[in-house]
């Protein structure tokens, strides 16, 4: 099974078992919409409690584990979910995930290599790839640069400009 990272815990809150999450989403409130979620390395599902939305984080609890001696163990790993719970994204756009490992060939066919990182760069996202001999290009994520992302073929067409690919 695939599984997607939405948060990372950061920290316990308090003495009731609440703790700071960082979100790794662009829709903090998507939190809200889960039920549960997997904790990395470990099999069961944790049924969210409580969310609390803050500037530069979240709160949350689990049903059963209303007790800081309970969560300590989980500071500094990922909060997962996985297939089923993904929510649908807006036409163009792509689950990170779902990017990474891709082929990237140029208008004229000629390949690349396969993006191995998704930076978040301010307004735009920056994919990196890396070809057979492990030298990396940077291309930002924008339809001037990349006319076709294809998952179905496996495939990113791109455009670049003079000096992208030096």
């Given at each position: 099974?695939?599984?997607?990272?939405?948060?990372?815990?950061?920290?316990?809150?308090?003495?009731?078992?609440?703790?700071?999450?960082?979100?790794?989403?662009?829709?903090?409130?998507?939190?809200?919409?889960?039920?549960?979620?997997?904790?990395?390395?470990?099999?069961e599902r944790f049924y969210i409690n409580k969310v609390k939305y803050r500037p530069k984080d979240i709160l949350l609890s689990f049903k059963d584990y209303g007790d800081i001696n309970l969560v300590e163990k989980f500071k500094g790993r990922y909060l997962l979910i996985d297939e089923s719970q993904k929510r649908d994204l807006p036409e163009d756009t792509y689950y990170i995930a779902d990017i990474i490992g891709l082929a990237v060939y140029t208008l004229q066919d000629e390949y690349l290599g396969k993006v191995v990182q998704v930076l978040q760069a301010g307004s735009n996202e920056v994919y990196i790839i890396k070809d057979d001999k492990g030298k990396e290009i940077m291309i930002p994520?924008?339809?001037?640069?990349?006319?076709?992302?294809?998952?179905?073929?496996?495939?990113?067409?791109v455009r670049p400009i003079e000096g992208m690919i030096e």
């Open positions: 099974m695939k599984y997607l990272k939405v948060g990372k815990i950061l920290n316990t809150h308090g003495l009731k078992g609440e703790m700071k999450i960082f979100s790794l989403t662009d829709y903090d409130e998507r939190f809200e919409e889960l039920e549960w979620v997997y904790i990395e390395g470990y099999e994520a924008v339809k001037e640069f990349m006319p076709e992302i294809s998952l179905e073929k496996g495939k990113i067409i």
